[in-house]
């Protein structure tokens, strides 16, 4: 993937945090330096930093420890729930450091079915336990698989309660594609709704009803980068400065001030991970 211009950068969003980030991927590997430099440049007070395996969430954590507002999460895609086993104790170990914020990505993907479903049901099932047992919440992976997804969480908030605090969501949904009406289950049951570029193409009408109508409080801003580039850059590669373009295509579909959007979004993330406040 090529890189957008660095001419074609927006301007400064102040204050806004991406809340899902893959700085770590090779995609990024030569200009990483770079590519955090902007994001600071944009506005970003932080980066949510997460996992996607044992090896990519030592990364994260290492990427972490070289700058304070890089917040690293651990878990193992639904992708590579297949290899739970060899990397458990691997698993086990970073959790249990104290320096991870989260537990993800986490969850099931029966688009591609990568892993097998049953693999992916007990690689999730299993993380979700060592989310409660180190009191992190989770990071949310739902791709096609929204029933099954629901269910497994519903069950699993029903038996935890909010442990994180009454004040404190259990998790988020990353890159959520569901509707509406599923967006406000979630918010009941206790997870935030995780908004990506995705939400600025055309004919993505179901994401874009989603950002109208989660209230300000339910609603987290991300990248997936390298992945998911917003217009006017898709196509190219996704970076965390460029989540400032998605925070101010939210606010237009909302009507209201882009810092509010971002300030709000960016409130949600530094609760829902424990970071701290100024």
């Known amino acids: 993937m090529k890189p957008v211009a660095e001419s074609a950068f927006p301007s400064p969003l102040p204050g806004v945090i991406d809340a899902h980030a893959h700085t770590y991927s090779r995609e990024l590997e030569q ?6 430099s902007r994001a600071w440049s944009a506005g970003l007070e932080a980066i949510i930093e997460v996992g996607t395996n044992a090896p990519t969430s030592q990364r994260a954590l290492d990427l972490s420890r070289q700058d304070p507002r890089i917040h690293p999460v651990v878990g193992l895609h639904p992708h590579d729930a297949q290899h739970l086993d060899p990397q458990r104790e691997d698993l086990e170990a970073l959790a249990a450091t104290g320096d991870f914020v989260a537990i993800g990505e986490i969850g099931l993907d029966f688009y591609r079915n990568i892993s097998p479903p049953d693999a992916q049901d ?31 969480l519903e069950d699993w908030a029903t038996s935890v309660g909010r442990y994180l605090g009454p ?20 918010l ?11 939400v600025t193409y055309k004919n993505n009408t179901r994401g874009q009803d989603v950002a109208r109508s989660l ?11 390298p992945y998911l580039t917003p ?3 898709r196509g190219r590669r996704n970076e965390p400065a460029l989540v ?3 925070a101010r295509f939210v606010a237009q579909l909302r009507g209201e001030p882009a810092e509010q959007v971002a300030h709000a979004a960016a409130d949600n993330t530094r609760r ?7």
């Open 188 to 198: 009941q049951l206790g997870f935030l709704i995780s908004i990506p570029g995705t």
């Open 244 to 246: 400032v373009e998605t």
């Open 215 to 225: 209230p300000l409080a339910g609603m987290l801003l991300e990248t997936d980068c």
């Open 31 to 36: 200009d990483r330096t770079e590519v955090l």
């Open 272 to 278: 829902l991970f424990g970071l701290a406040t100024d």
């Open 122 to 152: 007990t690689a999730f099932r299993w993380q979700l336990d060592l989310a409660r047992q180190h009191d992190l919440p989770v990071v949310i992976h739902s791709r096609d698989a929204d029933d099954a997804t629901f269910a497994i």
């Open 231 to 233: 217009v006017p850059h």
């Open 167 to 186: 004040d404190r969501e259990l998790g988020m949904l990353h890159c959520f594609a569901g509707d509406a009406q599923l967006a406000a289950r979630y």
